[in-house]
C-alpha cells in the first residue's frame, strides 16, 4: 500500500485552498500510518474543528469529526472504551492551544496513547484569519489589524511540559522529517505530539509579506534550526534570535501510560 | 440504599462499561460508586477534566460500541450542552444523569430543583427533539436510568434522566430484579449507507473498529456521512428526521402512573413533587381527584391528557417557575393551574390539600 490508499476519493475535490499546507501533512501522517502496516479497520482518526480538522473526512477509516477544540477529549474516551483501537488526532493551533487547550494539557498529564498531529498555520484559517494563540508578536490578521500584541504559545514546550511521552517539531518544509516524526509518535506509547508549522497562504501568507506559497516555505527552511544545534549553542552562550523555529524531537521519554492494553 | 446508588446500580445493570464525569453537588455520588464498580466489571471509570470533556469522552465510547453515561449537576449540564447537539446530529446513544440542584449560575448545590427541563428540551442550539425520564423514588433511579439506556440504544439520542437532590440524596428499599431488559442499538447491515434510516427513521450503527469506515461529522451530512452543508433540502431533511424519529413515537414510548381517570380535578407530577401529590391523594381518599404522573417527561404525549375525559382542572406542582405547566397548557382548553415552588423544599401536602379544597 501507499498513502495513496487511505484516500476517500469519492470526496475529492478537496476545500483546501492552493497551496495550503495542511495537505503535506496528511500525506506525511498517511505515510507514516501506512509503513506501521496498521489496518485501516483499526485506525481510528478524531478531530476538532477547522480547515485542519477537516482531514479525517478525506481518510477511509473510521473517523469521528467533532466540536471545536475537544477532539482530544472525544478521543480519550474511544481509546479507553476500546485500547486496540489506534486514534490519531488531527487538530490546528486554535483548536489545540485556544478552545481546545485544557483538554491538551490534560490529555498530555493523563499521557493518554494517542498521536496528536497539529497543522500550526499560526492563525484561525477556516474562519478567516482571525488570530490564534500561536500568531507570532507583531504579526497582521483581522483582529491585530495593528500586529499582535500577546505573545504566542510554544505548543511543543507545553506538551513537554505537561508530561507528553514523545514531542516533535517540523514543518511542511520538512517532508522526511515529519514523515519520520509521526512515525516514532505512532509508535511510543503514551501522548505523542507532533506540531507542523504549516503555510495557510490565503489568511496568513498574504498579510504577512509571504506573498507567494514558496516564500513562506523558503522561510521555514531558512528559519529551522536543529534542536541539538540549538542546545550548543545556547551551551556556547550564543543567542538564538526570536524568530528562529526549534525543529527536531524535543521529548521522548517512557512515562507509565493510559489507555494500553495491559 | 440511596437514589444515587440505585442510579448507578441501575446504569451497571443495563450494561453500562463507561462513566466519563466531573464532580458536582448532589450528582457526585453517582460518579463515586461507578468508580469503585466499573473496573470489577472490566468497564472504565475516568475522572475528566471537566463536563464538556466528560460528554465527549462518553459519546467518544459509545462509538466503541460501549453503553456509555455521565452525571452531573447544573453548571455541568449547562457546559455539556454544545457536545449534546453533537449526540443529537451524529445519532449517538448515551445517558446522562441530572440531579438537579437550584439555579441559575452556582444558586443552591445541595437544594433540589427541577429548573432544568426546559434546558434537557431545548439547551442544545438547533432543532431537534429529546427523550426525558424523571424518577421519582429510590426504586426508580435504579429502573428508570437501566431503561434510559434502551431508549438511548433504540432512538440513538442522549436520554437524559432527570431526577433532583431529594430523590437523588433519599433513602429508600430498593428491590433488585433478577435481570434488567435490554434492548441493544441495532447494527448497521454491511453494504447500507451508514445515515440512511430504516422504517422506525432510526439507521443501524456502525460501531468504529468493525471495518464499516464511517465518518461521523456534526456538519449537516448525507446519507454517507459526508459533510453537505449547504443543501436546504438535505439540511431540512436531517433535521426533521431527526426530530420525527423521537416525536412519531411519543405515545408507544410514554410512561406514567395514572390514578382515578375519572375525576374532574387531575394532578400532574413528575420527580418529587409526586410524592407530595401522592401524600394529598393518600390523606384526602377523594375519589374525584386524580393523579398523572410522568415517569417520562420528554417527549411529552398529550393523549396522556385524554386519559381523563372528565378533567376540567389540572394542578401542576413543579420545583421551578411552571416549565412543565407551560407545555401542558399548550395542548389543553381545560383549566391549568400551576403550583411553583423554588428555594429546595417539596411542596408541603397540606397546602396542596388546601388548594385543591379551593379549587373544587
Ligand atoms: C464553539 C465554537 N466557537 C467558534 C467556532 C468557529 N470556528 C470554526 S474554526 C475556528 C478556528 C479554527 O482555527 P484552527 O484551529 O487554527 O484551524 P485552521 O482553520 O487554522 O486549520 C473557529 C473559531 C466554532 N466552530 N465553534
Ligand atoms: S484558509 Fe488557510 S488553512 Fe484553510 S484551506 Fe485555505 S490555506 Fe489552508
Ligand atoms: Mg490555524
Not at chain 2, 468508580?35 to 465527549?56: C, W, Y
Request: one cysteine or more.
Amino acid at each position: 500500500m501507499t498513502y495513496e490508499d487511505w484516500f476517500r476519493e469519492d470526496r475529492l475535490p478537496h476545500i483546501y485552498c492552493v497551496g495550503c499546507g495542511n495537505g503535506t501533512v496528511i500525506n506525511c501522517t498517511l505515510s507514516a500510518v501506512d509503513q506501521m502496516g496498521w489496518n485501516k479497520e483499526e485506525t481510528v482518526f478524531v478531530s476538532g474543528i477547522g480547515c485542519s480538522s477537516r482531514a479525517p473526512g478525506y481518510i477511509v477509516t473510521d473517523s469521528l469529526h467533532t466540536t471545536h477544540g475537544r477532539a482530544i477529549a472525544f478521543a480519550t474516551g474511544i481509546k479507553m472504551a476500546n485500547p486496540d483501537l489506534k486514534v490519531i488526532v488531527f487538530t490546528g493551533d486554535g483548536d489545540l492551544a485556544a478552545i481546545g487547550g485544557n483538554h491538551f494539557i490534560h490529555g498530555c498529564r493523563r499521557n493518554i496513547d494517542l498521536t496528536v498531529v497539529c497543522m500550526n498555520n499560526m492563525i484561525y484559517g477556516m474562519t478567516g484569519g482571525q488570530g490564534s494563540p500561536t500568531t507570532p508578536p507583531g504579526a497582521l490578521s483581522t483582529t491585530t489589524p495593528y500586529g499582535s500584541r500577546e505573545a504566542a504559545f510554544d505548543l511543543c514546550g507545553l506538551a513537554a511540559a505537561a508530561g507528553a511521552n514523545y514531542v516533535a517539531r517540523y514543518t511542511s518544509y520538512h517532508v522526511t522529517e515529519l514523515t519520520r516524526a509521526v512515525r516514532a509518535g505512532l509508535e511510543s506509547p503514551g501522548f505523542s505530539f507532533i506540531e507542523a508549522l504549516v503555510q495557510c497562504p490565503t489568511n496568513y501568507g498574504r498579510r504577512n509579506k509571504f506573498r507567494q506559497v514558496l516564500d513562506q516555505i523558503e522561510y521555514f527552511k531558512s528559519h529551522a534550526l536543529l534542536v541539538q544545534k540549538a542546545n550548543r549553542m545556547r551551551e556556547e552562550g550564543k543567542k538564538i534570535p526570536d524568530d528562529m523555529i526549534i525543529i527536531g524531537e524535543l521529548a521522548r521519554r517512557n512515562r507509565p501510560a493510559l489507555g494500553v492494553r495491559k | 440504599m440511596q437514589g444515587n446508588t440505585a442510579c448507578a446500580e441501575g446504569a451497571l445493570a443495563a450494561g453500562c462499561r463507561f462513566f466519563g464525569g466531573y464532580p458536582i453537588t448532589p450528582s457526585t455520588e453517582v460518579a463515586e460508586h461507578m468508580a469503585l464498580k466499573l473496573p470489577k466489571t472490566g468497564g472504565v471509570f475516568i475522572q475528566m477534566e471537566d463536563e464538556i470533556a466528560s460528554i465527549a469522552a462518553v459519546i467518544g465510547a459509545s462509538w466503541t460500541g460501549m453503553r456509555a453515561m455521565t452525571a452531573t449537576s447544573g453548571p455541568g449540564f449547562s457546559l455539556m450542552m454544545e457536545n449534546l447537539g453533537f449526540a443529537v446530529m451524529t445519532e449517538t446513544p448515551c445517558v446522562v444523569v441530572n440531579i438537579q440542584r437550584g439555579g441559575p449560575s452556582t444558586g443552591q448545590p445541595t437544594m433540589a430543583a427541577q429548573g432544568d427541563m426546559l434546558q434537557c428540551r431545548f439547551g442544545s442550539h438547533g432543532d431537534y427533539s429529546a427523550i426525558a425520564l424523571s424518577p421519582a423514588s429510590v426504586q426508580e433511579m435504579y429502573d428508570l436510568t437501566a431503561e434510559a439506556f434502551n431508549l438511548a440504544d433504540r432512538f440513538r439520542i442522549p436520554v437524559f434522566v432527570m431526577a433532583d437532590e431529594i430523590i437523588g440524596h433519599m433513602r429508600e428499599k430498593l428491590v433488585v430484579p433478577d435481570t434488567v431488559l435490554r434492548v441493544d442499538r441495532k447494527p448497521l447491515q454491511k453494504g447500507n449507507l451508514p445515515f440512511r434510516a430504516d422504517d422506525d427513521l432510526v439507521p443501524g450503527f456502525p460501531t468504529f473498529g468493525k471495518g464499516y469506515g464511517v465518518h461521523v461529522t456534526g456538519l449537516t451530512h448525507d446519507e454517507r456521512g459526508y459533510p453537505c452543508a449547504t443543501s436546504p433540502s438535505v439540511h431540512e431533511d436531517l433535521v426533521k428526521r431527526l426530530v420525527d424519529k423521537v416525536e412519531s413515537a411519543r405515545d408507544a414510548i410514554a410512561s406514567c402512573d395514572i390514578v382515578n381517570p375519572e375525576a374532574q380535578v387531575v394532578f400532574i407530577s413528575y420527580g418529587a413533587p409526586s410524592r407530595a401529590v401522592q401524600q394529598v391523594l393518600h390523606d384526602t381518599r377523594r375519589d374525584d381527584v386524580g393523579h398523572l404522573r410522568l415517569k417520562l417527561v420528554w417527549p411529552f404525549a398529550e393523549s396522556l391528557l385524554s386519559r381523563f375525559p372528565d378533567a376540567e382542572t389540572f394542578i401542576i406542582p413543579e420545583l421551578n417557575l411552571g416549565q412543565i405547566s407551560r407545555e401542558i397548557e399548550r395542548h389543553t382548553d381545560r383549566t391549568v393551574i400551576p403550583v411553583p415552588k423554588l428555594g429546595g423544599a417539596l411542596h408541603d401536602p397540606s397546602d396542596l390539600a388546601g388548594l385543591l379544597e379551593e379549587v373544587a
